[in-house]
């Protein structure tokens, strides 16, 4: 759905985007994860032709997006990190204006406004947007973005400044649009891309440091740490006696590094032999924010 | 077309919502009847003063006025009206690229010509409404009063004060798609305005500087001929679709 291909951008002699290159699959949720600085707004502006790239290309369903010439933007939904829209609108007039901006006739704009509404649950509000809180502009935002039923939605960090609410509800928008559209999420807060996305990369001063399915970028960086809780300190001490190499994190709690497969075998062997009661056993998995905190400490 | 027929009712919707039209409308009251009333008040004022001019030695003679009375005040009057009306509009592109009004409207697809388009056709709008509405009140009231008679080249003097603002408006567009403020957009259309008056300060280039319409008034009294507006009336139309074009170069190139 997009492929964004070698493309670079510089601010005078601040370089913003590298050699970048990613594509995202039709029908996923795509994280495009960064801090703030690392160049995710200006990718997203230059996918969809508001600024030029210096190098590069960047194809949306196979066509070239030229900046200034917003063709492509017929394909594309855009929901900005801070949407600003004429306050003395209602919702309804609002929607109506940009579907007729991007050519639905009335009676269509009609029917699509008051279906968008209801989605982003907007329609009992007649009044102006002026009164709207952080939240509503945000589900505006969305159902202004896929008013044209877009083949792709871009959302520029959409939950950032949200109540868990708030949050909860544009996420759970993002993720019942996925059947109907490619959507491309970019964010910081690491916990909503571990909810919703099938694939993602991170983004670090201008390149991408890691890329792909959820899995596998979890895969790729699989700890060898396991964690046993026992159901009393008892156990847990004469497991601890047989198996020094172990660190006790409290009481019940032990945690063994750099182990492989082979150990936990012998781990749970000696548990059953010697009817240790557990409550759990399990591999540590990475979560996003350790991968993340951990490229930006190799960089 | 239809994006640009949209963007315009759009353009309408926010002049109607958010008071200025109601200003608009304030303005070219007070300013439409303001001259003839002017006009028929000096003798009145004049004859108030009479007294205490006449201790001072000095005496008033019968003060007479007519239609020209109220017209010299209309082309003295014209210049805040536009000024009034420059200062309201000079935030009309760049306020929305402040505050990021238009990403919406620009990721829809629609061009920044055409938005620039229906910019530019709302103010010329505005200011052909204030300026011919005013014009007309004035025309009224003279008419009741003393019949527009003793002025002559009349609707060439109004019309060239006209083409004045339209240039002026056409400034304004050209520094909002340079300019990122509204405040740099005002500086930008005074010193083009200043460098205009400096221009017709050399007589022999008079002539030819758009500045030279803020002074058609002269027409009434016979003082100036039509033909001496005529260069200066071409010049400044050619002008001003000059600027518009630069403007679609620069709103083209513009960030958001």
């Given at each position: 759905?997009?492929?964004?291909?070698?493309?670079?951008?510089?601010?005078?002699?601040?370089?913003?985007?590298?050699?970048?290159?990613?594509?995202?699959?039709?029908?996923?949720?795509?994280?495009?994860?960064?801090?703030?600085?690392?160049?995710?707004?200006?990718?997203?502006?230059?996918?969809?032709?508001?600024?030029?790239?210096?190098?590069?290309?960047?194809?949306?369903?196979?066509?070239?997006?030229?900046?200034?010439?917003?063709?492509?933007?017929?394909?594309?939904?855009?929901?900005?990190?801070?949407?600003?829209?004429?306050?003395?609108?209602?919702?309804?007039?609002?929607?109506?204006?940009?579907?007729?901006?991007?050519?639905?006739?009335?009676?269509?704009?009609?029917?699509?406004?008051?279906?968008?509404?209801?989605?982003?649950?907007?329609?009992?509000?007649?009044?102006?947007?002026?009164?709207?809180?952080?939240?509503?502009?945000?589900?505006?935002?969305?159902?202004?973005?896929?008013?044209?039923?877009?083949?792709?939605?871009?959302?520029?960090?959409?939950?950032?400044?949200?109540?868990?609410?708030?949050?909860?509800?544009?996420?759970?928008?993002?993720?019942?649009?996925?059947?109907?559209?490619?959507?491309?999420?970019?964010?910081?807060?690491?916990?909503?891309?571990?909810?919703?996305?099938?694939?993602?990369?991170?983004?670090?001063?201008?390149?991408?440091?890691?890329?792909?399915?959820?899995?596998?970028?979890?895969?790729?960086?699989?700890?060898?740490?396991?964690?046993?809780?026992?159901?009393?300190?008892?156990?847990?001490?004469?497991?601890?006696?047989?198996?020094?190499?172990?660190?006790?994190?409290?009481?019940?709690?032990?945690?063994?590094?750099?182990?492989?497969?082979?150990?936990s075998f012998i781990y749970m062997k000696y548990i059953a032999k010697n009817q240790l009661q557990i409550q759990k056993m399990?591999?540590?998995?990475?979560?996003?924010?350790?991968?993340?905190?951990?490229?930006?400490?190799?960089? | 077309?239809?994006?640009?027929?949209?963007?315009?009712?759009?353009?309408?919707?926010?002049?109607?919502?958010?008071?200025?039209?109601?200003?608009?409308?304030?303005?070219?009251?007070?300013?439409?009847?303001?001259?003839?009333?002017?006009?028929?008040?000096?003798?009145?004022?004049?004859?108030?003063?009479?007294?205490?001019?006449?201790?001072?030695?000095?005496?008033?003679?019968?003060?007479?006025?007519?239609?020209?009375?109220?017209?010299?005040q209309f082309f003295k009057n014209a210049s805040m009206i536009l000024i009034i009306f420059l200062i309201m509009f000079s935030?009309?592109?760049?306020?929305?690229?402040?505050?990021?009004?238009?990403?919406?409207?620009?990721?829809?697809?629609?061009?920044?010509?055409?938005?620039?388009?229906?910019?530019?056709?709302?103010?010329?709008?505005?200011?052909?409404?204030?300026?011919?509405?005013?014009?007309?009140?004035?025309?009224?009231?003279?008419?009741?009063?003393?019949?527009?008679?003793?002025?002559?080249?009349?609707?060439?003097?109004?019309?060239?004060?006209?083409?004045?603002?339209?240039?002026?408006?056409?400034?304004?567009?050209?520094?909002?798609?340079?300019?990122?403020?509204?405040?740099?957009?005002?500086?930008?259309?005074?010193?083009?305005?200043?460098?205009?008056?400096?221009?017709?300060?050399?007589?022999?280039?008079?002539?030819?500087?758009?500045?030279?319409?803020?002074?058609?008034?002269?027409?009434?009294?016979?003082?100036?001929?039509?033909?001496?507006?005529?260069?200066?009336?071409?010049?400044?139309?050619?002008?001003?679709?000059?600027?518009?074009?630069?403007?679609?170069?620069?709103?083209?190139?513009?960030?958001?």
């Open positions: 759905m997009l492929t964004v291909r070698g493309i670079s951008k510089s601010f005078g002699s601040h370089k913003i985007i590298e050699n970048l290159s990613f594509e995202v699959p039709e029908h996923s949720i795509f994280g495009f994860i960064g801090q703030n600085g690392a160049g995710k707004t200006t990718t997203m502006k230059m996918i969809l032709g508001l600024l030029p790239a210096d190098t590069g290309e960047i194809l949306v369903n196979g066509k070239k997006v030229t900046a200034g010439n917003n063709k492509t933007n017929g394909l594309i939904g855009y929901l900005p990190d801070v949407p600003e829209y004429y306050e003395y609108m209602t919702p309804k007039e609002y929607l109506m204006m940009c579907g007729r901006i991007t050519g639905l006739d009335k009676k269509n704009v009609d029917k699509r406004a008051n279906k968008m509404l209801d989605m982003v649950g907007l329609s009992p509000y007649k009044k102006k947007i002026r009164g709207f809180s952080r939240g509503m502009k945000q589900r505006l935002g969305i159902a202004q973005a896929l008013l044209h039923k877009p083949k792709l939605l871009i959302c520029d960090e959409p939950t950032s400044a949200l109540d868990p609410l708030g949050r909860k509800e544009i996420l759970d928008i993002l993720s019942s649009v996925k059947e109907e559209t490619t959507v491309l999420f970019s964010t910081h807060i690491l916990t909503d891309v571990e909810r919703i996305c099938d694939n993602i990369a991170f983004l670090n001063q201008g390149k991408i440091v890691l890329s792909g399915s959820l899995e596998e970028v979890k895969n790729s960086h699989k700890t060898s740490e396991i964690e046993i809780l026992f159901e009393n300190e008892k156990d847990a001490k004469q497991f601890l006696q047989t198996f020094p190499e172990g660190k006790q994190i409290h009481s019940c709690l032990l945690q063994y590094t750099q182990i492989c497969e082979e150990d399990e591999w540590l998995e990475p979560t996003l924010e350790d991968l993340f905190l951990e490229i930006l400490k190799e960089k | 077309m239809r994006a640009f027929l949209e963007f315009l009712k759009k353009e309408w919707l926010e002049i109607s919502r958010t008071g200025k039209l109601w200003i608009l409308g304030i303005i070219c009251l007070v300013f439409g009847i303001s001259n003839p009333a002017i006009a028929k008040l000096t003798p009145w004022l004049i004859e108030m003063m009479s007294e205490d001019l006449s201790e001072l030695g000095m005496t008033v003679s019968k003060v007479v006025v007519n239609d020209l009375t109220s017209w010299t935030g009309t592109i760049t306020l929305e690229y402040e505050k990021g009004t238009l990403i919406p409207i620009l990721t829809k697809g629609i061009h920044p010509y055409t938005i620039l388009a229906a910019k530019t056709t709302m103010l010329f709008t505005g200011w052909t409404a204030v300026y011919w509405c005013a014009v007309g009140i004035t025309y009224s009231y003279n008419d009741f009063f003393w019949g527009n008679v003793v002025a002559k080249h009349l609707v060439f003097a109004l019309f060239g004060y006209y083409i004045f603002g339209v240039w002026m408006i056409a400034v304004l567009i050209l520094m909002s798609s340079i300019l990122h403020s509204n405040i740099g957009v005002l500086l930008g259309t005074s010193a083009v305005f200043g460098v205009d008056f400096v221009g017709r300060m050399f007589p022999k280039f008079a002539n030819y500087f758009p500045g030279k319409l803020t002074a058609s008034g002269e027409l009434l009294v016979r003082v100036a001929e039509p033909k001496d507006y005529q260069k200066s009336i071409v010049i400044t139309m050619v002008l001003s679709m000059i600027m518009l074009g630069i403007g679609c170069y620069f709103i083209k190139k513009k960030k958001v």
